[in-house]
């Protein structure tokens, strides 16, 4: 079983819409959870990051960590155009382990 | 602040040629430093990682090797590369865990 799940997509969304972008992790003890984006032919870049459980919020941006399920969510709010990314969730262990990157596309 | 700058952007070189990648940071002093590699469609794949100068750990047996001759400075070598070594290379660098700031990325198509 891999470390980190995560479906590559694409999701192709209008608009506006709301995004739920999801991984799914196999150890409990985990703590950090983070949400990388990659712009295509760019290196990847921190969104964000959160600790243990709950929600943390940034402008449109909502990473989200269930620890009961093993479950980790990144929500964009209004989505544009310019969101049109590759998102990719990692976790640190001894080593940042990331998942394999869900593609977003954004139509205008 | 801190930048990083990986170098060329965009490499073709054909089969059985060496290889020679290099990668600096500015602004900090004793990173940790990652190559990774991304292959079309799937995640990204720590290649090497370093704590200190001289100081490289391999995750994956391959054709590659690093190096890292000063502090800020990482370098991703071949002797002879191979079809399977194409890929989008991306150093980056940390100070724990818990980050990792990329460089721009390396394309390389070896044909």
């Known amino acids: 079983q891999k470390e980190v799940e995560q479906d590559p997509g694409p999701l192709s969304v209008p608009e506006g819409a709301i995004v739920s972008l999801n991984c799914t992790y196999s150890?409990?003890?985990?703590?950090?959870f983070m949400w990388y984006r990659q712009y295509s032919r760019k290196g990847p870049e921190l969104l964000m990051y959160?600790?243990?459980?709950g929600n943390k919020e940034d402008g449109r941006f909502t990473a989200q960590v269930d620890k009961s399920s093993k479950y980790i969510s990144l929500f964009i709010r209004d989505s544009q155009p310019s969101d049109s990314a590759t998102y990719l969730c990692a976790i640190p262990r001894n080593k940042l382990v990331f998942g394999a990157g869900t593609i977003l596309r954004v139509k205008s | 602040s801190q930048t990083i700058h990986q170098w060329p952007a965009t490499l073709v070189q054909p089969v059985g040629s060496p290889l020679s990648l290099e990668c600096t940071v500015e602004?900090?002093?004793?990173?940790?430093l990652y190559w990774y590699r991304q292959a079309a469609g799937r995640g990204l794949q720590l290649l090497f990682y370093s704590v200190g100068i001289g100081q490289i750990s391999s995750e994956v047996p391959q054709n590659l090797s690093a190096s890292r001759p000063q502090d800020r400075q990482f370098i991703l070598s071949s002797k002879k590369l191979l079809l399977s070594d194409s890929g989008f290379y991306l150093c980056a660098w940390g100070r724990g865990l818990t980050e990792a700031f990329f460089g721009q990325g390396t394309r390389l198509t070896v044909v």
């Open positions: 150890n409990s003890a985990f703590q950090y």
């Open positions: 602004g900090t002093s004793n990173p940790n």
């Open positions: 959160t600790y243990s459980s």
